[in-house]
């Protein structure tokens, strides 16, 4: 089982009831996949960094969960049909990439003007 961190992004003029009912198809659809639900936060509405579907605001909801990656993939593509959806991003969580100690410097092209000049 991985671990995933999903955040999506509700229409907010979506109605309570709505809402609701929205965040548990998408808890439904985690659990249905063989996944379990870690952590849950519902953020609020909040303003969004540029306009998405014609909105400047927008209801966030994080969720951390873990499951087969099977299940991110039906996740997903129930989001792209979700009318209620505008945004979403989901991110696996455990695979840490191991950064190298010394990063390489490339090395320098030579200017292209210098070699014009010389020609």
Do not use: C
Not at 27 to 39: N, V
Not at 62 to 79: C, D, T, V
Not at 92 to 119: F, H
Request: hydrophobic share 35%.
């Amino acid at each position: 089982m991985r671990k995933y961190e999903t955040i999506f992004i509700l229409n907010p003029d979506l109605e309570q009831e709505e809402a609701q009912s929205t965040i548990e198809k998408i808890k439904g659809i985690i659990l249905q996949g063989k996944g379990e639900i870690l952590k849950f936060e519902d953020w609020g509405k909040r303003k969004l960094a540029y306009k998405v579907r014609k909105k400047t605001k927008g209801h966030y909801i994080l969720i951390h969960f873990s499951g087969p990656p099977a299940l991110l993939s039906e996740l997903e593509r129930n989001y792209r049909v979700m009318d209620p959806v505008i945004k979403f991003i989901t991110v696996r969580l455990d695979e840490k990439k191991a950064v190298p100690e010394e990063i390489p410097i490339p090395e320098e092209l030579p200017d292209e003007e210098s070699e014009e000049e010389e020609s």
